[in-house]
């Protein structure tokens, strides 16, 4: 079982519509949780970060953190072409202060105009 | 800030021949990451430091890879001697302190034939 585990997608929404970005991870000892965005060609960046149970709103996006499943979202309210990329889920797992992030493969977005 | 830089953004080499990447961080942070990205594995962490030391290296798949980070602002990773199968996109990273964003530089995208 890989450490953190995503869906390869493509992931297919129209423009206007929520996109749903799930991820789950295998360490219940995991501390705290990313979702990064990474453009074709481009680097990794980061979106938002969640490290308590529930939800954490930040403008269009919203991070789901449900650790008793062991497993963390992103949605993407009205969706919009330039939302189109890989969104990379990350963990930080257990073990003090660790500045060690584990990576699942990433899920492909295409928002349809 | 110039963010973090590398160099060289490709590189095309043959089988067997010594590669050396090189990373310089963003100013004042001091933990900086080398990670390897394929379709086929996803992002990996390879090695990170911290203050110039490395701290997990955990990552680094064989012998052939070596890095060090001589001064803060700068760090290499080598490859000797390269194999094909170690064509990928190699990230480096850095942030400041424990718990917070880590920030991508470009990328070099490696082919060896």
């Known amino acids: 079982q890989k450490e953190v585990e995503q869906n390869s997608g493509p992931l297919s929404v129209p423009e206007g519509a929520i996109a749903s970005l799930n991820c789950t991870y295998s360490d219940r000892g995991s501390q705290s949780f990313f979702w990064y965005r990474q453009y074709s060609g481009k680097s990794p960046e980061l979106i938002m970060f969640i490290y308590s149970n529930g939800d954490k709103e930040d403008g269009r996006f919203t991070a789901q953190l449900n650790k008793a499943s062991q497993y963390v979202s992103l949605l993407i309210r009205d969706s919009q072409p330039s939302d189109s990329a890989t969104y990379l889920c990350?963990?930080?797992?257990?073990?003090?202060?660790?500045?060690?992030?584990?990576f699942g493969t990433g899920t492909l977005l295409a928002v349809q105009p | 800030d110039a963010g973090v830089i590398q160099s060289p953004r490709h590189e095309v080499t043959e089988m067997g021949q010594e590669v050396t990447l090189r990373c310089k961080p963003i100013s004042g942070h001091d933990y900086l990451f080398w990670y390897r990205q394929t379709m086929m594995r996803g992002l990996e962490l390879l090695i990170y430091f911290n203050n110039n030391v490395p701290i997990d290296d955990s990552g680094m798949p064989e012998d052939r890879f070596s890095a060090k980070m001589p001064n803060a602002s700068f760090s290499t990773l080598k490859i000797q001697p390269s194999e094909p199968r170690d064509s990928a996109v190699y990230f480096c990273a850095s942030t400041f302190g424990t718990y917070n964003e880590q920030f991508f530089g470009p990328g070099t995208r490696l082919t060896v034939l």
């Open positions: 990350a963990v930080r797992p257990r073990g003090g202060a660790t500045n060690k992030l584990i």
